[in-house]
């Protein structure tokens, strides 16, 4: 029995390394809606389709929350990094920001169904 030679695995390598970049999974569907919550209940529902500012209120205090564009952002809030706001924009069914100085979580819901491969 032969052993690989070091060419042999660096061609295994890029057949993987080629094989791998060129699987994507299906794209996300986007968003219809957003839900909000704090300490696990719901404290807001919206839709993505109409602009809108919303303030709500976390374990830290108020936060504001930006729906623009079938997207939604924190803009505002009172935890010190400031994950949330960096988060950015989130538009994708089973996207979502999470607080968790404030104990908050803004989900995306939509019509399709999400699993944990694609969602």
Do not use: W
């Not at 029995?1 to 993987?16: E, R, W």
């Not at 950015?88 to 968790?100: L, P, R, W």
């Not at 404030?102 to 399709?112: F, M, Y």
């Amino acid at each position: 029995m032969a052993l690989l030679k070091p060419a042999d695995v660096i061609i295994i390598f890029l057949i993987v390394a080629f094989a791998g970049a060129s699987f994507t999974f299906p794209p996300q569907n986007a968003g219809e809606k957003f839900v909000v919550s704090h300490d696990g209940k719901i404290i807001l529902e919206g839709e993505l389709s109409k602009d809108s500012e919303y303030s709500i209120n976390g374990s830290l205090g108020e936060m504001k929350l930006l729906v623009r564009d079938g997207k939604i952002s924190v803009v505002k809030s009172n935890c010190s990094r400031k994950l949330c706001i960096k988060r950015g924009s989130i538009a994708k069914q089973g996207e979502s920001i999470i607080c968790v100085p404030n104990r908050v979580i803004i989900t995306i819901q939509g019509k399709g169904k999400v699993d944990g491969i694609t969602g």
